[in-house]
């Protein structure tokens, strides 16, 4: 397992905006696949954006628009800049590394998001 180390969480209106971030080692983190993915309470986590070392996102769809994946590869780390956000986004966030070319799939601690008046 290959630490990945998350912040950002934290209690948030209706509306407002969070950045999380998720610093990963210099050895796997220009070969991988990073991932922000996430989980509510009863339901089953779940992908919430993705990023390929070349730049290409994708989204789920109850998100575009609203989050954005970037990756700075001279820091090591993986952002998702949340606006927007809405009660229903509120879940424990965990950021995600696949190794390309191998089944290394490495997880975060998790990082809670509460979106709450």
């Known amino acids: 397992q290959v630490p990945l180390v998350e912040s950002g969480g934290g209690l948030v209106q209706p509306g407002g905006s969070l950045r999380l971030s998720c610093a990963a080692s210099?050895?796997?983190?220009?070969?991988?696949?990073m991932g922000w993915y996430r989980q509510a309470p009863g339901k089953q986590r779940g992908v919430v954006a993705r990023i390929s070392t070349g730049g290409t996102t994708t989204y789920a769809d109850d998100v575009k628009g609203r989050f954005t994946i970037s990756r700075d590869n001279a820091r090591n780390t993986v952002y998702l800049q949340m606006n927007s956000l809405r009660p229903e986004d509120t879940a424990v966030y965990y950021c995600n590394a696949k190794l390309t070319g191998t089944l290394s799939d490495n997880w975060g601690q998790g990082t809670q998001v509460t979106v709450s008046s």
């Open positions: 210099v050895a796997i983190f220009s070969r991988s696949v």
